[in-house]
């Protein structure tokens, strides 16, 4: 079982609706990450949470919302959903720890189509 | 405001060769530099990370480097086979974003190796 799961791996919606992705990690790290992926612009930073009671914006959270509703857990929502949303938006997670190397591990994705 | 380039953003070799991928930032105060791999419809995984006190770092036939005064740095990948096929991305992290975990990505360089 992979340690960092997305659910759902893959949707499809409409204009307007509202839609959640969700992030479970089995790691037991403190901190999680959501993603967005658009091709040929890398990745950029949505949101980040240090832990259940740190949330912060990333460079492009305009239109997002989290939840971090447990350690493990790490939801990301799209009140209303729009098509310049359509991305693939990965969940990731780090542990500082004593010695905070800086590393990520990365989910395997949830593709997202608005249409 | 950092920014990262990976040049090429395409590379087709035949399988045997030896081969460099190249990225690029901008501001020389980073914390670390990771390598990722990504394959098609797949997340990210880590391949190596460089901290910034470091010159390289080798894994099998992965070698990557750091030179951070020219803001360069480079993934060797020796004898090339078609299995390495995937899209390689390089991530800094910035020293101002070290509680963060904030990553500032590449665009990618994709990689086929022809049988």
């Known amino acids: 079982d992979a340690d960092v799961t997305q659910t759902p791996r893959n949707r499809i919606t409409k204009t307007g609706k509202r839609i959640m992705l969700e992030c479970s990690q089995t790691?037991?790290?403190?901190?999680m990450y959501w993603y967005r992926q658009d091709p040929g612009l890398g990745l950029q930073l949505i949101y980040y949470s240090f832990d259940v009671k740190d949330i912060n914006k990333g460079e492009i959270s305009d239109g997002y919302s989290v939840s971090r509703q447990a350690q493990a857990k790490f939801s990301l929502s799209l009140e209303s959903a729009i098509p310049n949303q359509t991305a693939l938006y990965f969940c990731a997670t780090s542990d500082p720890g004593t010695e905070d190397t800086g590393e990520l591990f990365f989910g395997e994705g949830s593709r997202l189509t608005v249409l | 405001k950092q920014e990262v380039t990976q040049i090429p953003a395409a590379l087709s070799v035949p399988e045997g060769e030896n081969l460099v991928l190249n990225c690029s930032f901008t501001?020389?105060?980073?914390?670390?530099l990771q390598w990722f791999r990504q394959d098609p419809g797949k997340g990210l995984t880590s391949l190596l990370l460089?901290?910034?006190?470091?010159r390289e770092q080798t894994s099998g036939r992965l070698n990557a480097s750091l030179d951070k005064s020219s803001g360069r740095s480079t993934l060797y990948i020796a004898a090339s086979q078609p299995g390495d096929s995937a899209t390689y991305l390089c991530a800094v992290r910035g020293q101002g974003s070290s509680n963060t975990g904030k990553l500032i990505f590449g665009q990618g360089t994709t990689l086929q190796v022809k049988p």
């Open positions: 501001d020389s105060a980073i914390y670390n």
């Open positions: 460089i901290q910034s006190s470091q």
């Open positions: 790691k037991g790290h403190d901190r």
